[in-house]
């Protein structure tokens, strides 16, 4: 079967959907020919491999200058038509690519698939055949507003565990815990980091990232030593960060399911967060969902039972290993096979 990825967001490399390579890369291992496909800011196509095997192609972007959103890539939806592949999955909902690569495709013998990030209702949804969300919540949402429940699973989150598991065994003891709150991603409005800066002058804080609006955190912070601003890290030292820390604050007001919430269970560190921001309910007291004015008074108390917070720790691991494991995304393309081959003749 001949399988491909489209990442619509324009970009270079993978970045946040190595999970997708990883799962062209167990369904290469099957038989299957699996590809992943992207825009870019460039003059002409090139390829690569992404995951150490995985054919990586990368078309030219039509309008680089437009809002990531909007660019298109002809050079992308030619190649597909005259690939004609079985599959295609759409990582990502609401861009214009999806509309122009749907137009390239047999729609009578190609089926359509969408792994569901933080935009699960648009209609480019009504092409789909099947879809792989990232919680039970986003499926229910998706059958409501179709009005009949399509073919759907779950999949798990990639996350790094090499790192995870490093990062967690060095700061087990208590002694080894720097902060008592991090905050972890880019800075921009929807992330509102902002709303922690009442914690700023009684809590030792680790901020990681760089965006828009780091200045005026990093304004708010300044009078505060215990306050840090680290900027950008590496993906192994951003776990080490998550795993020193008591607790995560997640302070976004709109989300998917975001991997860093499961990149810090599986470092061993609770997480709060908005209930509101989040598309998933967690089966676990190691990830509380509270509404915004209860977001600094949780926090507080949260720190005051140390203990209590260890003994947190220890179930964030326990679930994100059971939810999230290295070993669950194997599985996860058997079950994207089964879904792509439902209503095939």
Known sequence: MKLRFVLCHPAPELYGEQREGLLARELRALGHDAAVLRAEASTAPRSTLAEGSVPFLHFPSDAPGLQ????????????????????????????????QCLEALDRARCRIGFVIGGTSMHRNLDAADFVLAESEWQIEAIARRLGRALPAARLPKHVDWASADAAHAATRAPGAKRYDLCNVGGFEPRKNQAALAPLFGDCRIALVGDGETRAAVAALAGPHPAVHLTGHLPQPQALHVMAQSWLMAHASTWEGVPRVI????????????????????????????????????????????????????????????????????????????????????
């Open 68 to 99: 990531a959103h909007r660019q298109g890539s002809g050079a992308m939806v030619e190649w597909l038509r005259a690939d004609a592949p079985d599959v295609v999955l759409f990582k990502g909902m609401d861009y214009d690519i999806v509309a």
């Open 262 to 345: 499961l990149e810090a269970l599986a470092c061993g560190t609770p997480v709060i967060a908005h209930d509101f921001a989040i598309q998933a309910r967690f089966d676990t007291p190691a990830l509380r969902l509270v509404p915004a004015e209860a977001l600094l008074p949780e926090i507080r108390a949260l720190l005051t039972d140390r203990p209590a917070l260890l003994a947190l720790g220890e179930e964030a691991r326990r679930y994100a290993l059971e939810c999230h494991g290295p070993g669950l995304l194997a599985p996860a393309a058997a079950t994207l096979l089964a879904l792509a081959q439902a209503g095939q003749s």
